[in-house]
């Protein structure tokens, strides 16, 4: 089993930058592509980000390209969410997932098997 925490979150004025960091423990050795999915009250969770285990496969949902971007540190067992220009509507709960196997649609919710406990995002406008 892998276990995954988020930390990074906070209040932060529209326009500001916020580093989102996922921290992978457990059965690490399973991990295969990792992603950042947002879910803001009343709404379904979306994907925001994924990247592929080697990190030469990225994805941005169309509402955040140009703004944010995806890396990882295998050896740390880290992912990381480097937001920029944030906006109001980028307000949610941030969430990060793991697949055990190569996601044959990595902007599915339903490609990974483990998830953390998500951090909070707030952007004052």
């Known amino acids: 089993q892998v276990q995954l925490v988020e930390s990074g979150g906070g209040l932060v004025q529209a326009g500001g930058s916020l580093r989102l960091s996922c921290a992978a423990s457990?059965?690490?050795?399973?991990?295969?592509?990792m992603g950042w999915f947002r879910q803001a009250p009343g709404k379904a969770r979306e994907f925001v980000s994924a990247?592929?285990?080697?990190?030469?496969?990225?994805y941005y949902a169309g509402s955040v390209k140009g703004r944010v971007s995806i890396s990882r540190d295998n050896a740390k067992k880290t992912v990381y969410l480097q937001m920029n220009s944030l906006k109001s509507e980028d307000t949610a709960v941030y969430y990060c997932?793991?697949?055990?196997?190569?996601?044959?649609?990595?902007?599915?919710?339903?490609?990974?098997?483990?998830w953390g406990q998500g951090t909070q995002v707030t952007v004052s406008s």
């Open positions: 997932a793991a697949a055990n196997r190569p996601p044959s649609v990595f902007t599915s919710v339903s490609q990974y098997d483990s």
């Open positions: 990247i592929s285990r080697t990190g030469d496969t990225i």
């Open positions: 457990g059965r690490t050795f399973n991990i295969d592509a």
